[in-house]
């Protein structure tokens, strides 16, 4: 028996493409939503070609486009807008990360599609959103790292802003995308209320992370910078180079914490000492604190640093490496690597977060082939043989 799933019935259409929609859709697709893909025919996501290819697909696209259906439809041209219509029509959730003012082009703006289904919720992921003077600019994930703030934040203070070496910006949108669409179904269904355009702007997502970056700028002047691999004003939290070249994260600002930490190093002078036994006393000490524990560090080997940690109830652990993650215990016991069938090969495809006791997520299928279910969906919204084969002849599907 299949089990229950907590977005079983939930029907969504994907009109984005790359990451941001995409990732959302994903997401919903996870828990049991029917998310059917339209992709442009013949070329399809140009996700399907990126970074590493294996026999012709991006092995990205077997983790960001499963559990979804594909369906080739020209949105440029009047039938395949209709097939859109027809699907948002019976739809409760549609997605796009198009720029602003694309889906009205092509007829497919919430207006329109929300007046043939009041229920309808729209989510719009773009650069800056769907108003304000931006609005009509093209912003990727990492224009939105930028402007959000994130990027003036990472790094070394001696060099210049680093980036993360993945998509961060867009995946954060896609979050707020997902808590927007559970958002507006708990409303439509508890409250009685009609669907509604969920609007995520990139640049939003990352900006809301910033923490206590801007009340203290607007109460004291005091500009945030970048300080390589510590956490400012939390001390200690830092990484430390080890004996055998490793590196290793401590997060050792708790009161307590702190004590048990400097007992390992063996130097209780420190955990005795009044002016650091609070945070406050700690941040205005750091570079003594962090030059002990790095001593330290430095006179044993990273397997030996955790052990001594890890039994004294230091927070530490080792920063891990893609390789590293497939390999461990504790991600392959909470079945976060998964091993899917794609033709006669198997790929490795992140497992689904988070866990839910009674409808969990699952990984039904990797990322489909080209159109493989439009003829599938078509035969749904009440294309006949017939009708589907004019619609190829003229390029529409």
Request: glycine letters at 12%; one cysteine or more; hydrophobic letters at 40%.
């Amino acid at each position: 028996m299949m089990t229950q799933q907590a977005l079983q019935g939930l029907r969504v259409v994907e009109l984005g493409t790359l990451i941001a929609g995409p990732f959302a859709a994903r997401l919903l697709g996870e828990f049991g939503a029917d998310v059917i893909k339209i992709e442009a025919p013949g070329s399809g996501d140009p996700l399907r070609n990126w970074r590493h290819v294996r026999d012709g697909t991006s092995l990205w696209w077997y983790a960001q486009s499963r559990n979804k259906r594909s369906v080739t439809a020209n949105l440029k041209d009047r039938e395949g807008q209709e097939i859109v219509r027809a699907l948002a029509r019976r739809a409760d959730v549609v997605i796009e990360n198009f720029r602003p003012g694309a889906l009205e082009k092509w007829n497919l703006g919430y207006e329109a599609l929300a007046r043939d289904n009041p229920g309808l919720i729209m989510v719009r992921l773009s650069g800056y959103g769907q108003t304000g003077p931006y609005r009509d600019r093209p912003g990727f994930g990492a224009i939105g790292e930028a402007m959000g703030g994130v990027r003036y934040l990472t790094g070394h203070p001696d060099r210049p802003p680093a980036r993360a070496g993945i998509s961060l910006g867009d995946s954060l949108a896609a979050l707020y995308g997902v808590i927007g669409t559970l958002l507006a179904l708990h409303h439509r269904q508890a409250n009685g209320g009609k669907g509604q355009l969920v609007d995520v702007a990139l640049y939003e997502a990352v900006f809301s992370l910033l923490e206590s970056t801007l009340p203290e700028y607007g109460m004291t002047g005091f500009v945030r910078e970048r300080s390589g691999g510590a956490l400012p004003g939390i001390t200690p939290s830092n990484t430390y180079r080890c004996k055998d070249g490793a590196y290793v994260v401590i997060g050792a600002n708790g009161d307590s914490i702190f004590k048990r930490l400097m007992r390992v190093l063996g130097r209780d002078d420190l955990a005795a000492d009044p002016q650091l036994a609070d945070n406050a006393g700690r941040t205005g000490r750091a570079e003594e604190l962090d030059a002990a524990i790095g001593a330290w560090t430095a006179q044993h080997g990273l397997d030996e640093v955790l052990e001594l940690l890890n039994a004294a109830e230091v927070p530490a652990g080792r920063i891990y490496s893609i390789a590293d993650i497939a390999r461990d215990a504790h991600y392959k016991a909470r079945e976060m690597i998964q091993a899917v069938a794609v033709g006669e090969e198997e790929v490795l495809l992140p497992g689904i977060v988070p866990k839910l006791s009674a409808t969990p997520g699952e990984i039904r299928w990797p990322g489909p082939r080209l159109g493989e279910h439009t003829a599938e969906v078509l035969r749904e919204l009440g294309y006949g043989d017939e009708a589907q084969r004019a619609l190829r002849a003229k390029g529409i599907i």
